[in-house]
């Protein structure tokens, strides 16, 4: 495991959900210098070896968590682009089962919920 390797992973236990730049910024504060193009090639590299899941809300910068495997989803406000777990909707992976499978295998689904998170539904817009 390099430095950055490991780094990468502290910021994630501390800050889930980070997206590149934020991992850069946290990176640097824990080890000095690192390019951005160092952090996208780590969260690659622990994405490809199953380490790390990839998050992409539409609209949002992709994401990265520690994989898990606990087949979890997530609620993403609007307004702040705060994202949290929550608990697979039901049953086990994939959870849903699309009416017609069109001969996939599925093995995953992913499910986003959209809306406020409960600062910005008490916070006045403006």
């Not at 909707?89 to 499910?111: F, K, M, N, Q």
Request: charged share 25%.
């Amino acid at each position: 495991m390099t430095k950055p390797r490991l780094a990468v992973w502290e910021e994630l236990v501390e800050r889930p959900h980070a997206d590149v730049e934020e991992l850069a910024t946290g990176v640097r504060r824990r080890i000095g210098a690192v390019s951005t193009q160092a952090i996208y090639d780590v969260v690659h590299a622990l994405t490809d070896a199953g380490l790390l899941r990839r998050v992409e809300p539409a609209g949002s910068p992709a994401r990265f968590e520690i994989e898990t495997g606990d087949n979890h989803h997530h609620l993403v406000c609007r307004a702040c682009a705060a994202i949290v777990d929550v608990p697979c909707a039901i049953g086990t992976a994939p959870c849903l089962e699309a009416r017609s499978d069109e001969g996939y295998a599925i093995d995953e689904a992913e499910v986003t919920y959209w809306g406020l998170c409960a600062s910005c539904r008490t916070t006045p817009p403006g």
